[in-house]
């Protein structure tokens, strides 16, 4: 029976493995053929004469899927006229045909709940607005957790749900049971249950969406291929299809798989299971630790997910119109098959009726992209769904039209920016790697500062080799390798590297004993990863500039530093950087690693087309190391020459120096933690000649070197905020206590200056706090790590946005923003009195630790906070 093929039709699920084993055993393949069924469509007859093609338009939307058709949509309820949306094929017939009609808000973060959340209400009226029918039922949804950090992880989606208003229940598992009694509970610890959740028929949602865009005056033309999209000097001028050309101002790119960006998306198998079996109750299961989720569906179930094995695919040089189901692998979907039948045993005895396997697309980092490109204005991007197509597309549509429409969404969307993207994430060998990983992880359970592990080693200082043989541990950032801590000599290295919790990490004592040769002694960290411009000028161009993008004031004397945000109209953060006036007319600007296309992109916008005026992206041109602790000047004086005391290197001062044999060392008084040090910027040349001088002469101050976890612990009990954490194209320096930063009457009408004045008049909503927990057992306690509900007298009034431990304070400190607005009352003007006159509460996971909270700036915290100051004894860090 060599080579023989099986017939999977009418079989049960159970005799299906067993066949399967069978013919695995005896080298066979079980196949079967079967369409995935009909699916009434939004389509243009092929015997009419197709409407002409207008000449042009204010945008050109490229996609009929569910996502074009939203963009489509909400830009008509925004106003906008003179919209085309153009399908290659026809309208839903590409992944959204296949999609399973899930909308879920159990999400991994709060932006994609909110969108979501808001896709489920946009959907729920559609049928009513348009008279489609859409299939759209509130079913409600079980996420099941087989093991107690799943039971963890949900319990921390629960209170995140909370803070966005949506309903959830964290529920044991007897009433699992009473939910849906079909699923079976004896491996179950709990489950959270979300009556909001809905289920729907995603061509018919994308039909309904394409209606209302269409009453609206949105143009729609099916069969239309767009081949090329116009550009001169960087505008979007049109499109070239291959029924002629579109003059146009905006560009929308939601061809999902089929449309390649510079940040290109892959595409993996997704498998689902469909079998007649009729059920009572309709409710949605998703068991992330089976891998599967379950659904009811036309009188009986659909049942998928998403494997650990995937198949990716390159579609490079096949231009499919339509997307169709491929080739069925029952062997591929078996794993899958085993945990549905563990989870629902009843279903054994069902009959199958198809398998369906069709492509989805993913991005690297499992979040979607959204936004202008950099460097085109008026191209933007809504694509890469990473399977939650249907849950998404609502929201997204309507964040993306909010961008296109007043120039900033009415949601942080930072997470999904596509700017958050550089070139090198769009190397072909590291997509098709990094979505093997990532499809997985749609269900893996994911703990706090997980890391990706494939793709890596992209970006690396000179100093990686010599770090990594010292036991250096690696985090990844836009593709930059950072160490988080040093392991010593005699640790057990594989254990720590596999260790995942909610609670205390294994890394605890190192980290600690990091944080406390920098407050001691002195550590050397390696940071070349910050993004680094210099902006020079023949004139005064390069001064005139940062002082119309900098709140703070750059006319300073040569070698001073500044630290500034770049403010939008709004006042809000688009970046919080450092700069430093190297001459009269050349400045040095320092920003967060993952700001390096999004400040680049910022500065752009605003740079005259000036030939005296140029902006350069030194990042790769600078090795940085940041010298901290007590006997860092002793260090440098050493290597210098020099002496580097504050009455000869005053603080946020910046020197070029030698240090040892290297010339031309960019010193720098901070540390970017609020601890006494300094910044080296050395050519890269020169890093690991500097890197060994500075080790063998710290040697006898006790130098060692110290990761971004030790920084971190720092950064925060100092109250340092940061952007992209803390700081986001929302918050306001009012808001944060950095009122002292903004210079109003430097003479320059900067970007936010008249926004932040009648802020200044009216007061402020909300306000930036550090609390720090009290009977808080860092031993026992499941720690805070961000996105914490924090309620103020019992009322919820906001959430953390980042937190640590303070080994000075010998407790957890979590920063994040109050507001009496989240508490449900409308924007009234926030105080410190009103701050200071609170009880506070963090919740984690569901429990509440009360805490104290503290403004920024704080002169007496440590003060009144350290415990055993006085009895701490003084580590000889010499020859350590």
Known sequence: MRGCVWSSRALSPGLLLRLLRDARCCGHRLDRQGPWGSVRLLATAQDTQPVPLPSQARVVICGGGIVGTSVAYHLAKLGWTEIVLLEQGRLGAGTTRLCAGIISVAK??????????????????????????????????????????????????????????????????????????????????????????????????????????????VQIHERTSVNHVLMEKGHVTGVETDRGPIECEYFVNCAGQVGWLRNTVTHSTLSKFCCHFVLSLNLLVMDMDGRIYVRAWQGGILSGGFEKNPKPIFTEGRNQLEIQNMQEDWDHFEPMLNALLRRMPSLDS???????????????????????????????????MNSSGLSFAGGAGKYLAEWMTYGYPTANVWPLDIKRFGNLQSSRTFLRHRVMEVMPLLYELKVPRWDFQTGRQLRTSPLYDRLDTQGARWMEKHGFERAK???????????????????????FDIVGAEVKCCKEAVCVIDMSSFTKFELTSTGDQALELLQRLCANDLDVPVGHIVHTGMLNERGGYENDCSVVRLSKNSFFIISPTDQQVHCWSWIKRYMPSDPQLHLEDVSWKYTALNLIGPRAMDVLSELSYVSMTPEHFPTLFCKEMSVGYANGIRVMSMTHTGEPGFMLYIPIEYALHVYNEVMSVGQK???????????????????????????????????????????????????????????????????????????????????PWWGEPIYRNGQLVGVTTS??????????????????????????????????????????????YPAKAKLYPFSSLFAQQRRRKDDMELSNFQGK
């Not at 194209?729 to 008249?754: A, H, I, M, N, Y």
Request: net charge negative.
């Open 108 to 217: 991994p973060i709060s932006i994609e709940s909110q969108m979501a959340d808001y896709s489920n209400a946009l959907y729920e009226r559609l049928e009513e607005e348009t008279g489609v029918k859409t299939a759209f039922v509130r079913t409600g949804s079980l996420c099941l957790a087989q093991n107690q950090d799943r039971f963890l992880s949900l319990k921390r989606l629960a209170s995140r749900l909370r803070v966005l208003g949506i309903a959830c229940n964290v529920i044991k598992p007897k009433e699992v049971v009473k939910l849906h009694p079909l699923v079976n509970i004896h491996d179950l610890v709990g489950a959270l249950h979300l009556p909001g959740d809905a289920m729907a028929s995603p061509p018919d949602i994308n039909h309904a969406l394409a209606v209302a865009a269409a009453r609206h005056g």
């Open 350 to 384: 069902c009959e199958i009726h198809q398998l369906v396997n069709c492509p989805e697309s993913f991005t690297p980092d499992m979040r979607c992209l959204m936004g202008e490109t950099p460097g085109v204005h008026g191209y933007f991007v809504l694509a890469g």
């Open 485 to 507: 801590y040093f392991v010593p000599a005699g640790k057990d290295l594989l254990a720590l590297d596999q260790s995942k919790t909610f609670y205390k990490p294994d890394w």
């Open 701 to 783: 101050y006790g130098i060692r070197n110290a990761g971004y976890y030790a920084l971190r612990s720092l950064r925060i009990e100092k109250f340092f905020a940061f952007w992209g954490q803390d700081l986001d194209s929302f918050t306001t320096p009012l808001e944060c206590g950095r009122e002292f930063r903004v210079k109003f009457d430097k003479g320059t009408d900067f970007l936010g200056r008249q926004a932040l004045m009648q802020q200044r008049q009216e007061g402020i909503t909300r306000r930036f706090v550090m609390l720090v927990l009290e009977d808080h057992d860092a031993e026992l306690d499941l720690w």
């Open 803 to 848: 937190s640590a431990y303070s080994y000075t304070l010998e407790r957890h400190v979590c920063l994040g923003f109050v507001s009496p607005a989240t508490a449900g009352q409308n924007p009234t003007v926030i105080t410190p009195d009103f701050i200071n006159r609170g009880d506070y509460e963090v919740d984690i996971a569901g429990q509440r």
